[in-house]
Structures are given as structure tokens and as C-alpha cells.
């Protein structure tokens, strides 16, 4: 029999149209919410021009995508759904004998290739563009700290001199670097020395930098002079405003990672003594999109499949849009709860799209079979 495949065909082909609308209108107008936010942020800035506020809002679409794909299918499926069976293509094709899990293999496939796609291939574009949209924020809106980098277990550092009369800058390295508590040291250090049109103006190397309030305390330190090293001092103060929590700020945050990058650089963090919870975190909700964007789809069957005749069409649009809002917010929380050590990480980000997608199959259950 022909109709049930070119059925699920058609169902597939509707449904991915709507969501894709929805999630171009979604973008625009979450696009459009920044703008207005960097522009009320920007007030009294004179010197940054709408261009640039307008080219940050562009360098963050890719990643908004990604965030709010799982939005896009819910109100796509429910728009698409509602409308077959307002049309009563969805009945005829039920009172025909043709289950409800044969049209909706395709759309629920359709989501899965949505969050697979979004994931492996929009996700390393949009760590890049987003890293760069947070770069021009912070220099043009939050006058940024220096750059940071972590790398082969290392720290890259640049901080402005304070408290100095010759204002330049400073850039540090650490072999290795061990964080605890407030605490943070950096072994085999090399710091270079900056002027004001940041030219080379001396160099210093240290067994052991320790960060503390106001300044970094060198130990057995050499500075470089008439290009020799003088003879080791107990300690050299270098004036510093930065704190642990302005560095651990600083490293990569989880959204400026791809995919691909998340677990390697999570592995580098633990090795350097930092928290790597919000990046592992980040992986694992990255993973689970696939199947968050199906269970979306399924929400979004369950929800707007039922028949016009009955009535409340619109109460069980809105109820279905409220119980995304739920599992959005549900997964916050117990996101949080993972950061905070409470729960596994895995436990964290997997519970709310399994218990979801198992609410989800529920209703469909027993709209199909109840």
C-alpha cells in the first residue's frame, strides 16, 4: 500500500518546514532582544558605534540556534500537528487503520537530524563566532581583563600593570599551574614585561608565582638585565589586580568550546587544578540535544493531535508549550544541582530529557493505545 509511505513523507516535510519558520522567527526576535539589551548596556558609550553592537548580536545567531532549537521543533511540531488535524488529514489517515507511529517516525527522525547537525556541525562554528562575540563585548562593553589560555596543562596570562607610574602590561606564563580554594601558583614562571606601546622592557624568571590580594609574589626570582640574568632574589612583588575568580572567569567558558573540543579541554582544567563541572556539563547536554529536540517533536504530537471536534485545541497548544517551558526550566535546575556536585554530571544532563521523552511516549500511549 502506497499512502503509508508517502504519508510519514508528508508529515516529515510539513513538520520540518515548521520548524525551521519557527526557528528563523525565534532567532530574529531573540536577535532583536539583544540588540536592544547591548544598546541600552552601550548608553554613554559614544565611542562604539551600532555596527559594532549590531556585529556582536550576528557572531551569537549560530549559538542562539543551537540554545533554542529544542523551542523551534516544540512550537514548529505544534503548529505543523495542529494544523493536519484541523485539516483532518491526521483523522482520515487514523480512521484508515494507519497508527500514529508510522507519520511520525519521519518528523521525530527530523528532529533527531536537527540536534545531530546542530551539534557536529553548527556547534564548532558557532564556539568560534560566539568567542569572538564575548571578545568585542568585553573590550567594547566591559573593558575586559587581558587574555587568557591553557594550554598542555600551562597558563598564558595578561594583566595591566596597577598601581605602577609607567603604565604597560605585563604577560605571564606558568609551566604548571595548581588552584585550590583562593589559592593559585604557578611553577616555572616566565613573565615578560611590557611598555605603554607594548615593546619588550625586561623579563623575569621565577621557580613559583603566587597569586595574592593586590600583587603576585615571585619566588627565587632573576630578572633579565644587559642580557643576563641577576642572581636570584627570595621574592619579587609584581603589582596585579587580577583574582582567582576573574582567571577562572577568563578560561575558555564552556559556550566558546565546541563539541568536539569540550571533553579534551575539561581533562586540561582538571589537570591545572581548576573546576571543569559547567564544561563537562556543557558535553553532556550538547549530547543529549539529539534526543531533547525527538522528545520535543513526540511533546508536540501528543499535545496538538487531537481531534478539533473535542474542543480546547488551544488550551492543549498552550499546555504543550508550557510543559517545554518546564522541562527547560527543570533542566536548569538540575543542571545546577550537577555544578554544585550534588548529582553526577551524566545524572544531570541526561534525567530531564529521559524523564521528557518518557512523559512524552506516555501521552502518546495513551492517545494511540488508551
Do not use: C
Not at 544598546?39 to 549590531?54: K, Q, Y
Amino acid at each position: 500500500m502506497r499512502l503509508p509511505r508517502v504519508l510519514p513523507l508528508y508529515v516529515g516535510r510539513v513538520f520540518l518546514a515548521s520548524t525551521l519558520s519557527v526557528l528563523a522567527g525565534l532567532l530574529a526576535i531573540v536577535a532583536l532582544l539583544d540588540v536592544i539589551e547591548l544598546t541600552r548596556r552601550a548608553a554613554g558609550r559614544t565611542e562604539v558605534p551600532f555596527s559594532r553592537l549590531a556585529e556582536i548580536t550576528a557572531l551569537k545567531l549560530p549559538f542562539l540556534a543551537i540554545e533554542i532549537l529544542p523551542f523551534a521543533v516544540l512550537i514548529g511540531g505544534l503548529i505543523a500537528f495542529w494544523r493536519l488535524t484541523r485539516s483532518s488529514e491526521l483523522i482520515v489517515a487514523r480512521a484508515a487503520g494507519i497508527s500514529a507511529w508510522q507519520f511520525l517516525a519521519l518528523p521525530v527522525l527530523a528532529a533527531l537530524a536537527l540536534g545531530i547537525v546542530a551539534i557536529t556541525t553548527v556547534s564548532p562554528v558557532a564556539a568560534v563566532l560566539f568567542a569572538r562575540a564575548d571578545r568585542l563585548d568585553a573590550t567594547l562593553l566591559r573593558g575586559g581583563a587581558g587574555p587568557l589560555g591553557l594550554t598542555g596543562g600551562g597558563l598564558w596570562l595578561k594583566q595591566r600593570d596597577s598601581g605602577l607610574v609607567a603604565q604597560g602590561s605585563a604577560i605571564l606564563y606558568g609551566a604548571r599551574v595548581q588552584a585550590s580554594g583562593e589559592r593559585l601558583v604557578l611553577e616555572r614562571v616566565s613573565v615578560f614585561r611590557l611598555g605603554p606601546d607594548d615593546r619588550p622592557v625586561g623579563r623575569i624568571e621565577a621557580e613559583r608565582a603566587v597569586l595574592e590580594p593586590g600583587f603576585w609574589r615571585l619566588e627565587n626570582a632573576a630578572v633579565l638585565a644587559n642580557d643576563r640574568f641577576s642572581a636570584p632574589v627570595p621574592a619579587l612583588l609584581l603589582p596585579s589586580d587580577l583574582t582567582l575568580e576573574r582567571l577562572q572567569e577568563g578560561l575558555a567558558p564552556p559556550d566558546t568550546l565546541s563539541f568536539w573540543d569540550l571533553p579534551r579541554f575539561a581533562r586540561l582544567l582538571e589537570e591545572a587544578g581548576f573546576p571543569a563541572q559547567r564544561h563537562r556539563l556543557r558535553f553532556h547536554m550538547l549530547l543529549a540535544l539529539p534526543v531533547l529536540a525527538a522528545t520535543m517533536a513526540l511533546v508536540a504530537a501528543g499535545f496538538a493531535m487531537r481531534p478539533a471536534r473535542r474542543g480546547g485545541a488551544a488550551f492543549l497548544a498552550a499546555a504543550g508549550v508550557g510543559a517545554g517551558f518546564s522541562l527547560f526550566t527543570f533542566t536548569k535546575v538540575v543542571g545546577e544541582f550537577g555544578v554544585g556536585g550534588a548529582l553526577p554530571i551524566g545524572l544531570a544532563a541526561w534525567t530531564p530529557t529521559v524523564v521528557g521523552l518518557m512523559l512524552a511516549l506516555s501521552l502518546l500511549l495513551h492517545q494511540e493505545d488508551g
